[in-house]
């Protein structure tokens, strides 16, 4: 690389206080000028075009988008003063609508529109793909077998009478104490009555699975339980279940599940007794049915699209004789092949406690 | 020795949350000082540097100065007065700064950014709590549990933050190494040795070569002394001292010897003038320390992002809490969901995601000599619109390099680029051989020996400047120069000195058939030719007459111009006859001729740019980035250096060369016609900040000469009123102020003295400018890959947000629990928006203009609209769909789940009944819940697969860019998947997690959304690159 270097007129001295340069020739340009005149063309070839169409076209907006900004600033910055808070009012005020240049929040009306009409097709679209989602979802999912029924499984434990709690506080003497658990009763119950269930509900052979095979979609029949079934604890000889005597009846019942067998054929029993404490304290009770079992004639449950009229079977215990004046501690536990009544964590899953204290 | 430990001094630097250090100086009535007499009080300090250092010490005579001091130079002052004095003015050590303590800069990590949030949700859940507990002894702990989870977030976020920010704010101490430990002192009329630090006004120091100056002192008698004042002025060469007062400006005198400049060699003996904090060092090392830390830019953008992210959060939550309240529900209730919204809203990771992606660019930076400290400023450098540069050093090699020749009526050009490997000129010249021969013999500088190994360029060469040059260029040229001045034997030799401005030395020849003596002699040209009376061309001697008188002339000036420092060379072969082989030279009397000897020819020598300048310049400049040259050189140097690489572009000229140009006088140019300009420090102190003001607008390329480095931080306060980010190299003790002032200050690695270090947020390694320029595209580059983190984190934000609004408003079970959302945004989110930080630039990076400050927002309206309403929509709804279908398939249809809530969440309800009459215990129901967590936690994860995806581009389609160009981000990819494996299968069972084992099949119900959002963002980018400016175009880019 030569550079030519012309002679020009130049001071008496290169190192005179007094600094005159020369200026360079075009002859002299170097290769480094040509490069860096080249990259700037370029970087306004890229940069350019952009903004200025931007700015054309949104000029106003940009312009409110900084007031916008300014505002922000404003707010990280010292302390305000009474006037900053009136200006900044103003600011927001004209930000919300600007009378001037008929804009709200930095927006001409067509612009709004253009934004909503933008979204409504948006939000339509994606509502649409959800709603063709879901569609699918539930064509794959059957109306009357659920996919999955690991987690409502082993069965759970709930009984009757329920008001909020499970313990049963009440003075034999005092009616009121005990009247709800009556009506609470009587109330459940009324979906037993021997005449409903006699017109509803066949009365299948005892012992076995009443199977129905067929489409899933056919009704199911459903088998009958009768009030009548739980004897003294029906409430058809003693309206009072026991409560006014101090020997309550509790029904309890296992939690549906859709196919739920108990395996092997034996049919699930109930037996309860004292949680902590003196087992004596509970000397009598008394269980209707008097197996204090489930009768497998109930199971299969089908579903409550096609099994209707299903009524689950109860088992009514009948604490005859308990200590009374103090709190028992009860549990009720449902035995039988593949029946778990230990879980730690969850204390209705084959199993129910409940405390009776019974005042005289 | 009684040795105290010395406290640290320190500057202090920087760290994220140095926010109220704005300064105070400004708008206070100017200080001026009594004379002599520095008050390091701090409001004042900037004016006191800004203007020129007061001091007069220098001007007063011996005797005026005993008076002055109450000393006497004999016998030094008496212990007493001493013990007075140091009782008065306290040790002679500089204070250092009021430090923040740690704890207070751990607690601002705690409370600063998102913290407080989490901390109000961690009280309320506290709150909520206690009022639980009272109400019910039982009562389950999940709220205390939440509430100690987010104070654990806070606090390892906090832990974290304060940990980088410690590793990065490298406290030095530096000064502490430049205080001397012992000074020779005469007190009592004995001479003593005492610790520096009890040095009073008036004492009667005596140093000697290798000590540290202890105080700044006034010299009284001096013997061959100098001193290295490159700490304090950046001039790197020793200075002579004196005791004479040669200069008004105290830092030019040669009768002044600073605090903490080191003696080279030579005695001296001085009176102490300053002592600690009143010295030079100390006052701007105090002001250093003074000048208020802008916030860097990227705080600013963070703040506001926090101000963006914190606003909405606050305010959707107080919404939904006044809608749950009105709904009826519970009070407890609306508080737990209040904390719900605040903990989907807060990108908890965020600010430690950026932290990171921080530190790996600032990591990369390192790689490239860039090593910056503070790590904000990684990002600062990239919305740098302005460098001031230091020339020599930075821009130029550092080093005396021959540039060009004349011999021959010609001029040619030497390789000046770093290895002096292409040297083109035509060597065939007779005159060439003789020249060669005479920089080869008239030089005095050697090779430190044993550098055989090393390349030329780079051995260490005991000389000046000029001669190392000469020795390096006749030795790549020549070859062995050592060899060739062995064979030809000096025998007498005058050394360059300043009256003389010649050197000359005389040889016995390498030709054996040759007896004669050459003597050869260099200096400054117009000396050099005065002795000649020949002229060599083309080998052959000719008269020197008017005309070649007239040539050598045009190229002296032509060279002077490029401001190169040039020099004559001329020869003499001493005729045999009269100088015999035996002949005696003596250089006192000069027994031989020193004039009509022949001229040879010149050489020019600069210090030449460095070779990848230029390519540096012209990227700045497409960058949009004004590149202004700041230097103490002369400004003819100045603007040959500044033309060379550009920063004068080829094409514009300055007032002056217009005004020479057009033949006219400089005051009749219309300025606005001149780009660039030269202003020399002694105009720009004659200049209102208004004319300066003025001066940095209308001119695109300036340069500052003759500054000193005081006015660096007018330059800088210049520039940055016009808003601009300012990026500042500096090297010396005085550049510290105006490196803190700077937006980002950049300290000389190789030249820099620590002071400049301790104050600069950056240090370049090789002091190399164009490293400087991977810095601002490392800078940019960060820039746009934290939009991409901070749209990718933000967008799952919406599909957090949503579960709590429609189990609010539709009671659905709550789809996602609190806990499960601090797993996303610390756990699977992570990772992936960390490697974000290394995807590759879009475009080119370095055309565009560098970002508005107030305009080009980290955080946009279009980037927080499409994260938000976009693909943050689509996200919730495909994480919904994965709900839903978990739950239909366990037997609650989405038609049950509306308004199921309240017996849902009862824990006395155990037989709840499903859309199939199935009935449900609680527990059971709570665990199917949890599986809806993670199902809808699974459903996210999947669509941020999609997400990170499609961040990696804003504007190109994810092809153009390579899908597996960043591997990191499949790195991330597969993290995501394998954290939500772990947390499904291997943590599925500790209930306090939430988690569940999921059945394999919902990890794919979401791909179609995740496929969704791909597509959709692909067309967005689509019609983005299509119609570029439209109104698409404005709103959904980012």
């Known amino acids: 690389m030569r550079r030519q270097l012309r002679s020009r007129r130049a001071p008496a001295s290169p190192y005179g206080y007094r600094y005159r340069l020369d200026d360079q020739d075009e002859a002299n340009q170097n290769y480094l000028a040509d490069e860096e ?81 933008i979204y409504f097709f948006f939000y339509a679209s994606l509502a649409a793909v959800i709603t063709l989602c879901m569609y699918t979802l539930f064509l794959t999912i059957s109306p009357y077998m659920p996919t999955f029924t690991e987690r409502v499984k082993p069965p759970g434990v709930m009984i009757r009478p329920f008001a909020h709690s499970l313990n049963f506080n009440f003075n034999v003497s005092e009616p009121d104490t005990w009247q709800h658990y009556v009506i609470s009763l009587n109330g459940f119950l009324q979906g037993y009555n021997d005449s409903l269930q006699e017109e509803m509900n066949v009365d299948c052979p005892p012992g076995q699975y009443f199977i129905q095979d067929g489409d899933e979609d056919e009704d199911k029949k459903a088998c009958q339980f009768k009030r009548s079934f739980l004897k003294n604890c029906s409430g058809l000889e003693d309206p009072t279940f026991g409560y006014s005597t101090g020997q309550p009846c509790i029904l309890l019942k296992m939690n549906r599940i859709v196919g739920f067998r108990p395996e092997l054929g034996d049919p699930v029993k109930v037996s309860c007794k004292v949680q902590r404490g003196d087992e004596n304290d509970i000397r009598s009770i008394n269980y209707y049915p008097e197996s204090a079992s489930f009768d497998l004639r109930y199971y299969p449950y089908y579903g409550k699209l096609t099994h209707v009229n299903y009524t689950s079977p109860l088992v009514a215990m009948h604490f005859t004789d308990v200590v009374k004046n103090q709190a028992v501690p009860v549990q009720c536990q449902l035995k039988g092949k593949g029946i778990i009544n230990d879980v730690i964590n969850d204390r209705f899953v084959g199993r129910v406690i409940f405390t009776l204290n019974i005042e005289t | 020795m009684v040795k105290k430990t010395l406290e640290i001094y320190s500057v202090e630097l920087s760290g994220t949350k140095d926010i109220d250090q704005t300064d105070k100086g400004d708008g206070k009535e100017k200080y001026r000082g009594l004379k002599n007499c520095f008050e390091p009080k701090k409001n004042h300090q900037k004016e006191e540097l800004k203007k020129e250092l007061d001091l007069d010490d220098h001007k007063l005579s011996i005797k005026e100065l005993e008076k002055k001091y109450g000393t006497n130079i004999i016998t030094g002052l008496s212990s007493t007065q001493a013990a007075e004095l140091l009782a008065q003015n306290g040790p002679n050590a500089l204070t250092p700064p009021k430090e923040t303590p740690e704890i207070i800069k751990f607690l601002k990590q705690m409370v600063g950014g998102f913290s407080i949030l989490l901390w109000i949700g961690a009280i309320l859940c506290w709150i909520a709590y206690g009022i639980q507990y009272s109400m019910n002894k039982s009562s389950s702990l999940d709220n205390a549990y939440l ?43 004995e001479k003593k040795t005492i610790p520096a630090e009890q040095l009073v006004v008036g004492d009667i120091v005596e140093i000697k070569g290798g000590d540290r100056i202890p105080a700044d002192i006034r010299l009284l008698s001096v013997q061959g002394c100098k001193v290295d004042n490159s700490s304090l002025t950046g001039e790197s060469e020793p200075q002579a001292r004196s005791s004479e007062f040669t200069h008004d400006n105290a830092l030019e005198t040669k009768n002044i010897g600073f605090y903490s400049t080191t003696c080279l060699e030579g005695t001296a003996t001085g009176m102490v003038i300053n002592t600690g904090d009143r010295t030079i060092i100390g006052q701007i090392a105090s002001l250093a320390s003074g000048v208020g830390n802008e916030k860097t830019p990227i705080a600013i953008e963070i703040e506001h992002f926090v101000h963006i992210v914190g606003g909405v959060a606050i305010s959707i939550g107080i919404l939904f809490f006044i809608i749950a309240v009105s709904l009826k529900y519970h009070v407890l209730d609306s508080i737990i969901f209040l904390i719900g919204i605040i903990v989907a809203n807060v990108p908890e990771g965020l600010l430690a995601t950026v932290t990171v992606t921080l530190s790996l660019t ?48 010609q001029i040619f050009i030497a390789d000046t680029s770093e290895d002096h490997s292409n040297q083109v000129f035509d060597q065939s010249s007779g005159t060439w051989a003789s020249l060669s021969k005479i920089i080869t013999l008239c030089n005095r500088a050697e090779f430190r020996p044993g550098q055989e190994s090393v390349p030329i360029m780079k051995r260490v060469v005991v000389g000046d400047a000029s001669e190392t040059a000469l020795l390096k260029f006749s030795e790549v040229i020549l070859g062995d120069v050592m060899e060739i001045r062995k064979r030809n034997h000096k025998v007498a030799e005058i050394p360059f000195n300043s009256t003389n401005k010649f050197q000359l030395s005389i040889h016995k020849t390498d030709d054996p058939n040759d007896k004669r003596f050459l003597l050869v002699m260099k200096g400054a040209p117009e000396r050099i030719l005065e002795k000649c009376s020949t002229i060599m061309v083309n080998g052959q001697e000719q008269p020197l007459d008017k005309s070649t008188a007239e040539a050598f002339h045009t190229a002296y000036m032509e060279l002077g111009g490029l401001g190169e420092r040039v020099l004559g060379f001329c020869h003499l072969y001493l005729p045999a006859d009269e100088f015999p082989e035996s002949y005696s030279f003596d250089v006192d009397t000069m027994n031989f001729p020193t004039s009509n000897l022949c001229f040879v020819g010149l050489l020019s020598m600069i210090d030449p740019p460095r070779s990848t300048v230029p390519d540096a310049v012209t990227k700045c400049r497409s960058a949009g980035i004004k590149v202004i040259m700041v230097t103490g050189d002369h400004p003819i140097t100045a603007k040959a250096i500044a033309k060379s690489v550009g920063i004068i572009s080829a094409n514009s000229e300055t007032v002056e060369d217009i005004a020479k140009r057009l033949h006219i006088a400089v005051e009749q140019v219309n300025k606005r016609d001149a780009k660039a300009v030269v202003v020399t420090g002694t105009e720009l102190k004659d200049m209102s900040p208004e004319q300066l003001d003025e001066l940095l607008t209308n001119y695109s390329e300036i340069v500052f000469a003759r500054t000193s480095p005081q006015q660096k931080l007018i330059i800088v306060e210049g520039c940055q009123r016009q808003n601009a980010v300012v990026a500042v190299t500096g090297d010396g003790v005085n550049d510290s102020p105006a490196l803190k002032k700077a937006d980002i200050g950049i300290a000389m690695g190789i030249a820099g003295s620590d002071a400049a270090k301790n104050a600069a947020d950056m240090v370049l390694l090789d002091d190399n400018f164009a490293s400087i320029v991977t810095g601002v595209e490392e800078g940019r580059l960060i820039f746009d890959n934290l939009k991409k983190t901070i749209a990718y984190t933000l967008t799952k934000n919406i599909a957090e947000l949503c579960p709590f609004l429609i189990y609010i408003i539709v009671g659905l079970p709550l789809p996602i629990g609190t806990i499960t959302i601090l797993f996303i945004d610390l756990g699977t989110d992570i990772i992936p928006s960390i490697a974000l930080a290394y995807e590759k630039a879009e475009s080119d990076i ?67 009944e499903d859309s199939y009459g199935q009935q449900w215990t609680w527990y059971q129901r709570k665990y199917l819940e949890w599986t809806g967590y993670t199902a809808f936690f699974v459903g996210i994860m999947v669509q941020q697969i999609a997400d990170v995806l499609i961040r990696k581009t804003r504007r190109n389609s994810i092809f153009q860019q390579g899908l597996f160009r960043n591997k ?25 997690l939430n988690f569940t084992m999921l059945r394999p099949q919902y990890w794919f119900v979401a791909v179609p959304y995740a496929i969704l959002i791909w597509v959709y963002d692909e067309v967005r980018k689509l019609f983005i690159r299509l119609y570029p400016g439209s109104w698409w175009d404005k709103n959904m880019y980012y």
């Not at chain 1, 370029?42 to 300014?70: F, H, K, N, S």
């Not at chain 2, 990191?968 to 306090?992: M, P």
Request: aromatic content about 8%; overall charge negative; proline content about 3%.
């Open chain 2, 968 to 992: 990191v981000i499949w790195l991330g990819i597969a993290s995501q998947i394998i954290i939500a494996l772990i947390l499904s299968y291997g943590l599925g069972s500790v209930t306090a």
């Open chain 1, 37 to 117: 005149e080249e990259a700037e063309e370029e970087a306004r070839v890229m940069v350019v075009p952009d903004l200025e169409e931007e700015e054309e076209e949104e000029g106003q907006e940009e312009e409110e988008e900084e007031i916008e900004e300014e505002k922000e600033e404003e707010e990280g910055q010292g302390p305000p003063t009474g006037n900053a808070w009136w200006q900044k009012l103003q600011t927001v005020s004209e930000y919300l609508w600007d009378p001037e240049k008929r804009m709200s929040l930095a927006r001409t009306g067509q612009s709004w529109s253009l934004i909503l009409v």
């Open chain 2, 147 to 189: 509430g100690c989870v987010l104070a654990l977030v806070v606090i390892l976020t906090g832990i974290f933050a304060y940990y980088q920010e410690a590793k990065s704010t490298n406290i030095m101490a530096t000064f502490n190494k430049m205080i001397p430990q012992q000074a020779l002192v005469i007190r009592d009329s």
């Open chain 2, 362 to 409: 600032a990591k990369r930076m390192a790689k490239k000599n860039c090593l910056v400290k503070n790590l904000e400023a990684v990002e600062t450098l990239g919305s740098t619109s302005v460098i001031c540069s230091d020339k020599t050093g930075t821009l130029t090699q550092n080093r005396m390099t021959v540039a060009h020749l004349w011999f021959d009526n």
């Open chain 2, 846 to 912: 370095m055309n565009r203009k560098p970002r508005h400050k107030k305009k080009d927002r980290l955080v946009n309206q279009q980037l927080a609209i499409y994260s938000y309403l976009h693909i943050g929509l689509m996200q919730a709804v495909g994480a919904f769909v994965v709900y839903f279908t978990v739950y239909a398939q366990e037997g609650f249809k989405p038609s049950i789940l509306a308004d199921l809530r309240v017996e849902w969440e009862n824990g006395n309800v155990n037989d709840l």
